[in-house]
């Protein structure tokens, strides 16, 4: 029960906190710097997210190749399935010929 009641206090505080925003700023809009700086958060998450999963104890080097070709094609702009599909084959390629 109280591990039902923490989650339910995490989940109220966060949508708060969410809600926030918005409610302080009103109608005013973000200076051009906070827009910038909010447009880079999502991808510094993201590595930083890709970096801890891959990172481990142990580096999987066929992973990272894999990651690599993925984000090289998604800068190329080539869609999204298709890059994280080539990841996919890399990575198992790799796989195979190492052993």
């Known amino acids: 029960m ?3 009641l923490a989650a339910l206090a995490v989940t109220i505080v966060n949508w708060l906190m969410k809600a926030g925003g918005p409610l ?3 109608e005013r ?20 997210l890709i970096v801890t999963e891959l990172g481990g104890k142990h580096l999987d080097w066929t992973q990272l190749a ?3 070709i993925a984000g090289v094609l998604s800068v190329l702009r080539v869609p999204l399935l298709l ?4 990841g996919i084959a890399l990575t198992a390629v790799v796989r195979l010929l190492i052993g």
Do not use: I, Q, T
């Open 29 to 48: 809009k973000l200076p051009p710097a906070a827009v910038r700086v909010v447009g880079l958060v999502a991808p510094v998450l993201l590595a930083g």
């Open 66 to 68: 894999g990651v690599a």
């Open 83 to 86: 890059a994280v599909a080539a």
């Open 2 to 4: 109280k591990l039902w």
């Open 24 to 26: 302080m700023m009103g």
